[in-house]
Structures are given as C-alpha cells and as structure tokens.
C-alpha cells in the first residue's frame, strides 16, 4: 500500500515569496491533516479536512497561509508571502476517520532566506 | 487545552540494552488515544504503538511497550533490546479530537 506522498522535498524561497506544497494521502483516507513542525519542536496542527471540507484551521495563519483539498483527495498548502518564522518542515498527514490512526508522509523542509 | 510532556531532551542507550521514555499529558477528557512516534533523520514520522485509553491492558508491539497510567496520566515507552536503527526523536502524542505532540526525545544507541 502506497504510503502518504508530499512534494517537493526540499524548498529554498526568499522572504515575501510565495510557495505551495502539494499531498496525496493513503488511497481511501477521508481526512487529511498539516502540520508545521519548527525545528526542535513536536509538529503542531495548521489544518484539518474531512473530505473536501475544513474540520479545524484554528491555528492556521489565515493573513499568509491557504489550503484546499480538492475533490477531497490531493491538498494544496501555500505560502504568500513568506516570512522568516515560516522556515520549517511541513508534514501532511491522512487518517481513515477523524480520530483513527495518522499515517505521515516524509515532509517538506522549507528554508526561508 | 490538552498539553503533552517529555521531561528528557535526550537518552542514550547501550545496543542491546533497554531504555525507558517518559510522557506525562494533561486532560480532562476520559476517552482519548495515545501515541509514540519516531523520526528518524529522515524526517518521514513512523508510528510505534497506540493505545486507546480506555483499555487497561498496555499495548506491545515487538521489543516495544509502554507503561500506560491513566489516573497518574502518564504513558512511557519501553525499547527492549535497543538497535542501531532505533535511534531517533521519539515523540509522545495525545488525540482527543486533535493530535497534540510533547517536544520530542532524542534517543542515541551507542554500539
């Protein structure tokens, strides 16, 4: 079984530009989280669907960050613009049901300059 | 709001040894999940064990097990026979409704 899949791996932007992660979770999984794990820390929620739709995004940074899932499978995290504080690993996770077990793809460590 | 605790930055363990992590969260849900996670250097977050609150029973998966202590709200994780290839940050993590990680433990295994 295919694991969760994120691109790109790696990301070098400058301040105040603007940059887009993509996930394809476990084929079957209802519900797709993103994390932000700053360096040294545990990852923390940024937002959660269930289907095509947002559960929680409480600790999204709504001025700057975006995100959809479109026909409720791949999902789309952006950035813009950019700022110091936002040089991290992201983490896309999916989940069979809210609540069930959270299978991680391999993350996305953006850098920025 | 739901708060999860690793008091020890870093372990280290001898190969072949046994080596004990510790958690404590904060809640005052009665029906929740717990979780140990790894992260390699890797990045890629590999989950280790799970354990649903309301079984009593602690949950094993192989040379790994944990110590889970409701009222004292306490979850440690036991690596038995440690290996090379456990070396990793081990994070403790709490889901009531949302997934809540402690900081992180880094765990060495010297050969």
């Known amino acids: 079984e295919a694991g969760v899949a994120q691109s790109p791996r790696y990301k070098i932007i400058e301040k105040r530009q603007s940059v887009a992660f993509w996930c394809n979770p476990i084929?079957?999984?209802?519900?797709l989280y993103w994390y932000q794990q700053i360096l040294g820390q545990g990852p923390k929620l940024l937002i959660q669907?269930?289907?095509?739709?947002?559960?929680?995004d409480s600790q999204l940074p709504k001025d700057r960050f975006s995100a959809e899932r479109l026909k409720g499978v791949d999902s789309t995290l952006k950035i813009q613009p950019a700022k110091l504080e936002d040089s991290a690993v992201y983490l896309c996770?999916?989940?069979?049901?809210?609540?069930?077990?959270?299978?991680f793809g391999p993350g996305t460590r953006l850098t920025v300059l | 709001a739901q708060t999860v605790t690793q008091s020890q930055p870093e372990m280290s363990v001898q190969e072949a040894e046994t080596v004990t992590l510790s958690c404590t969260y904060d809640?005052?849900?009665?029906?929740?999940?717990l979780f140990w996670y790894k992260q390699p250097p890797s990045r890629q977050m590999i989950l280790v064990i799970r354990?649903?609150?309301?079984?009593?029973q602690n949950a094993t998966e192989n040379r790994f097990s944990v110590n889970f202590q409701k009222a004292a709200k306490s979850f440690s994780l036991k690596i038995s026979d440690s290996q090379l290839g456990d070396a990793a940050m081990y994070f403790c993590?709490?889901?009531?409704?949302?997934?809540?990680f402690g900081a992180g433990t880094i765990l060495r295994v010297k050969s």
């Open positions: 993590a709490y889901d009531g409704n949302k997934l809540v």
């Open positions: 084929s079957g999984h209802a519900t």
């Open positions: 354990q649903e609150a309301y079984k009593q």
């Open positions: 996770a999916s989940s069979g049901q809210g609540g069930d077990t959270q299978y």
């Open positions: 669907f269930q289907n095509n739709g947002v559960v929680d």
């Open positions: 809640t005052s849900e009665s029906d929740y999940y």
